[in-house]
C-alpha cells in the first residue's frame, strides 16, 4: 500500500511538473514571442466592431466604432513590462453602458493576450482577453472577450477594494483597432 502511494505521488508530481512545462513553454513559444513584439509599447483604438448595425437588423456587418452601442474602446495600451491600461465603455446587462479607465497586467501567450484588471475608475469586470486574428500594418482584427468576475471600488484613498461577483455573461466581440 505504502508502495502504492508512493508511485501514484511520482506520478502526480510527474504530470503536475508536465502541465507546468507546456504552459509556461507556451509563453516562451516563438509565436508568443513574436506577438509580444508586435504589441509592446503600442497604443490602439477600435475603429469598428461586426454586429448588427441596428435594433432592427439581425444581420452582422462592419460598423464604425462611432456607432456601436456595444462597445467602443477609445485606447488601449501595451508597455514592455506586462501592463496594459484601457479607456473604453462597454455595455451590461447589470449596469448599462458605462465608461471606464483600467489598468491591469498582460501576458501572451500564442495570439491571445490575457489582461486582468488591477485598478479600475469604476467596477472592473473581470478579465479580458484578446484573440488576436491579424496585425497587418497599423491595424488589429481581434475578437475580444470579456469575463466578469469580481468587482472592486476606489476607496477614496487610491486603494481599490474588492467588492462583489457580477454576472456570468461572458461576451465576445469581433473587432478591428488602429495604432497610433
Known amino acids: 500500500m505504502r508502495k502504492q502511494i508512493l508511485w501514484l505521488a511520482a506520478i502526480l508530481s510527474f504530470c503536475g511538473t508536465i502541465v507546468l512545462t507546456s504552459c509556461n513553454n507556451e509563453e516562451d513559444s516563438q509565436e508568443s514571442q513574436d506577438m509580444r513584439s508586435k504589441i509592446q509599447n503600442t497604443r490602439w483604438k477600435m475603429t469598428e466592431i461586426y454586429t448588427e448595425p441596428d435594433s432592427y437588423s439581425s444581420e452582422k456587418e462592419w460598423i464604425s466604432a462611432g456607432n456601436s452601442n456595444h462597445l467602443m474602446i477609445y485606447e488601449l495600451s501595451f508597455d514592455d513590462k506586462g501592463n496594459y491600461a484601457s479607456d473604453d465603455m462597454h455595455y451590461s446587462a447589470v449596469v448599462g453602458r458605462n465608461s471606464v479607465k483600467h489598468s491591469g497586467e498582460y501576458r501572451v501567450v500564442g495570439t491571445k493576450i490575457y489582461m486582468s484588471v488591477r485598478k479600475s475608475s469604476y467596477d472592473a469586470h473581470g478579465n479580458y482577453n484578446l ?20 468587482s472592486y471600488y476606489d476607496d477614496g484613498n487610491g486603494n481599490y477594494q474588492q467588492k462583489s461577483e457580477l454576472d456570468k455573461d461572458n461576451m465576445q466581440y469581433l473587432i478591428r483597432l488602429k495604432r497610433f
Open 131 to 150: 484573440e488576436i486574428r491579424s496585425i497587418e500594418g497599423d491595424i488589429m482584427e481581434a475578437v475580444l472577450g470579456w469575463i466578469p468576475n469580481l
